[in-house]
């Protein structure tokens, strides 16, 4: 009898050695079954799968039920895991469960776009109360003119400002360069405006501008006297 090379303790005779150290031996050195690359004792192969192996499947640490090899588990972690940790898509810098970011892009981050109840157009979630104060186009505001009371909503605003507030500043149509309310042009165009026309008082029939027409009885009318 001879000693077995992996020390199991055991003297076997020397023409079944070959067999005992290749095949028997429960100390004898063998490749992991899930081809981790290691060598293992054949006694301890059952712990090695179970405990140790690199290629054992265990569940995910973040609890999202898959089991993976033990030597991709920081990788399934970081790329894979439905319930790993990923920053918002839209910029919102929150970091959120990955299986939930859909719901979050939906229904909570302050990035989203949501529809203005006003206007209906889009809008960023967070600057929505801001949007209705100040740029929607249906919010009703005051005219900016002193002594104008309409309220209107803001798109139509623009309009009533620029074309139809009576407490607009416009221009003389006729000329002269002056600047009044829009309610007063007509009682300047026919009252006060020096471009207006006026019927000769002598009754010439001609009509003349109101500031020419001193010169003209003075020194052009027939009917002025000699």
């Known amino acids: 009898p001879m000693p077995c090379k992996w020390e199991c303790g055991e003297m ?4 079944n050695l070959p067999l005992h150290e290749k095949n028997e031996c429960e100390r ?3 490749p992991c079954r899930n081809h981790c690359g290691e060598e293992i004792m054949f006694m301890k192969m059952t712990e090695h799968m179970r405990e140790k192996c690199t290629r054992r499947f265990v569940p995910c640490t973040n609890g999202c039920g898959t089991s993976v090899r033990e030597c991709e588990l920081d990788e399934h ?16 810098g929150e970091r959120i469960i990955a299986m939930q970011q859909q719901v979050h892009a939906e229904y909570a981050c302050p990035r989203r776009e949501v529809p203005c109840a ?25 005219c900016p003119n002193r002594g104008c009371y309409k ?20 221009r003389c149509l006729q000329g002269c360069g ?3 309310f829009a309610e007063k042009r007509d009682t300047h165009h026919n009252k006060y405006c ?3 026309y006026e019927p000769c008082p002598l009754r010439c029939g001609r009509r003349i501008r109101a500031k020419n027409l001193s010169q003209h009885m003075d020194h052009e009318c027939v009917r002025r006297a000699y």
């Open 12 to 15: 076997v005779p020397a023409k």
């Open 28 to 30: 004898r050195l063998v």
């Open 77 to 92: 972690m970081r790329t894979d895991c439905s319930r790993r940790r990923v920053r918002c898509n839209l910029g919102c």
């Open 118 to 142: 006003l206007c209906a157009q889009p809008v960023i979630a967070a600057d929505l109360d801001d949007h209705k104060e100040t740029a929607c186009p249906m919010r009703v505001v005051d």
């Open 151 to 170: 309220r209107l909503p803001g798109g139509d605003m623009i309009i009533h400002v620029r074309d139809e507030c009576r407490r607009r500043m416009v």
């Open 178 to 180: 002056a600047e009044m």
């Open 194 to 196: 020096e471009e207006r």
